[in-house]
């Protein structure tokens, strides 16, 4: 379907939500991925010709970590230009308190959402944000290398790896001297944290810290899958993966030179476009295992809040009703592969057809593994920072696993004190 006729049905979901008095002036600040910011605008401009309201797109950087800090530096400071936030699912517990409760004006949609989806986003009985598309990762993989080769998509890291080398080294020997085993996001931000928890709670080293706000990530098996992770850098993935982000590994996978490739679904649209080397030539699966463990790929998603020094609050949340409408996810996991969280669109013929991904994508939503920011309210942005600094030392060959584990580990026992606030 065109996205000249996904507006009109977007727009005719808006109409029969009503719309507000009169024309106010928004602005929505968002980071951008991918072809993110385009395909946001091209909603919005639909958004503003049914209602009549203006909205300016902020554009921020394509960290989240950099996006965080920025936006925790305008709340703190009762900043009245931003009316609306595009929010990590991670946020809502350190951002609440600056957060227009939602329940009421939301209330006859809610039930149409995936309830983890909304309960993350539910802090003290307040819903803080609402879900604008959710995310749960996927191992990419170049199917013609596969079958040149004979091998199948890898269930566990070990087969990942040996095939990975094994591919490499033979598509190296016959000329292609650029070929990569495997990228991923090996830079430190917030996005390490995501590929090292799979990593950890893939081979039975846990989440971190627990739901009960308990440490737990200072144990042999954690310990083992990151130093498994450190073995791939230089050897089946380059030394430049340490300062990879989404948006590098992408690039290097998108012109061909990558075997395996972990990422978002968002770069699955764009793999199979026009421009894409391995257009015809790549599939997905979920992410291996460890060694008698099973797949763990991390929760992620994005949710739209309104801000409580907004000025225009009517106008904003009705914005925020409009992306997270059924319509709109629609549109949006048609043409850029955004995962719905709304459970029945799983289901809807025209999105498998567009884009096989989403269609069936559904059980490795309900069974991602979340970040702890539940568990460790406010402080969940330095826990983070702790977790992928240590990573990253390892992978980057500054001590062992082990070592940095057991120092991250005192590192957080310093920021959970008696209990995490």
Not at 34 to 60: N, P, Y
């Amino acid at each position: 379907m065109k996205f000249r006729n996904m507006a009109l049905a977007v727009a005719a979901s808006a109409l029969m939500s009503g719309g507000a008095a009169k024309a106010e002036e928004l602005a929505l600040v968002a980071g951008s991925i991918g072809k993110d910011i385009s395909e946001l605008r091209m909603q919005l401009d639909a958004f503003e010709k049914e209602t009549g309201h203006t909205v300016k797109l902020v554009e921020m950087p394509a960290s989240t970590t950099d996006q965080f800090g920025q936006y925790r530096l305008w709340l703190s400071a009762g900043n009245a230009d931003v009316d609306v936030y595009r929010t990590d699912v991670i946020w809502a517990p350190q951002l609440a308190a600056s957060f227009v409760d939602l329940s009421e004006a939301m209330k006859d949609e809610i039930p149409k959402h995936n309830p983890s989806i909304i309960q993350s986003q539910t802090v003290d009985g307040k819903l803080v944000a609402f879900p604008m598309y959710t995310d749960a990762p996927a191992l990419y993989y170049r199917s013609d290398l596969l079958e040149k080769y004979g091998k199948e998509p890898p269930k566990t890291w070990a087969e990942l790896t040996e095939i990975a080398k094994e591919i490499q080294d033979k598509e190296r020997e016959a000329g292609n001297a650029q070929m990569n085993g495997f990228v991923f996001q090996g830079a430190p931000y917030e996005g390490l944290t995501c590929d090292g928890l799979e990593w950890v709670a893939s081979n039975g080293g846990g989440q971190i810290v627990s739901p009960d706000g308990e440490i737990t990530i200072n144990n042999e098996k954690a310990a083992a899958a990151i130093d498994m992770a450190k073995g791939w850098v230089g050897t089946i993935a380059p030394e430049g993966v340490l300062s990879y982000k989404e948006e590098e590994a992408r690039g290097v996978w998108q012109t061909g030179n990558a075997v395996f490739m972990r990422n978002w679904p968002y770069a699955y649209a764009l793999s199979a476009g026009d421009d894409s080397a391995v257009k015809g030539k790549f599939d997905v699966t979920p992410l291996p295992a460890g060694e008698g463990g099973q797949s763990a790929a991390c929760l992620g998603g994005w949710n739209l809040a309104v801000s409580k020094y907004s000025q225009h609050q009517e106008a904003a949340i009705e914005l925020v009703k409009f992306l997270g409408s059924e319509a709109a996810q629609k549109e949006r996991a048609m043409n850029s592969s955004r995962l719905p969280t709304i459970p029945s669109l799983y289901e809807d013929p025209e999105i498998a057809k567009a884009q096989p991904i989403v269609a069936s994508w559904g059980d490795v939503v309900e069974n991602a593994v979340p970040r702890p920011s539940a568990a460790t309210k406010k402080q969940y942005n330095e826990v983070s920072k702790e977790f992928w600094t240590a990573v990253n030392e390892t992978l980057s060959g500054r001590g062992s696993a082990a070592d940095n584990l057991d120092q991250l580990e005192k590192r957080l026992r310093r920021l959970k004190r008696s209990a995490w606030e």
